[in-house]
């Protein structure tokens, strides 16, 4: 069982930059994909982006691609995601999420989930 736990959300003003981190312990990660996915008030949770663990392709939603990076820090267990030119639509509780096949199978219900972080970006 993979246990994940989110932290670095905030309020930020419109363009400014938040890191968030997601700290992964209890077992190991070698075949498993990591993720960020984002729920704001009234709709339904969204993919943000993801990175393979062993060999670290990304993958980004459209809206995110060129102001958001995900990384990790394969010593520390840690998957961050760099959130740049943040604008309001970014606002949302911002979830980590773990999962062998979570670049090619999009069923929530099969992921490992932290409990979310809040991030706020104020016009």
């Known amino acids: 069982q993979v246990q994940l736990v989110e932290s670095g959300g905030g309020l930020v003003q419109a363009g400014g930059s938040l890191r968030l981190s997601c700290a992964v312990s209890?077992?190991?990660?070698?075949?498993?994909?990591m993720g960020w996915f984002r729920q704001a008030p009234r709709n339904e949770r969204e993919f943000v982006a993801a990175?393979?663990?062993?060999?670290?392709?990304?993958y980004y939603r459209d809206s995110v691609k060129g102001r958001f990076t995900i990384s990790k820090d394969s010593a520390k267990n840690i998957v961050y995601l760099q959130m740049n030119s943040l604008k309001p639509e970014d606002t949302a509780v911002y979830y980590c999420?773990?999962?062998?096949?979570?670049?090619?199978?999009?069923?929530?219900?099969?992921?490992?989930w932290g409990q979310g972080t809040q991030v706020t970006v104020s016009f």
């Open positions: 999420a773990a999962s062998p096949s979570l670049i090619e199978n999009s069923d929530y219900r099969t992921y490992s």
């Open positions: 209890g077992r190991a990660l070698d075949n498993f994909a």
């Open positions: 990175i393979r663990w062993s060999g670290g392709e990304t």
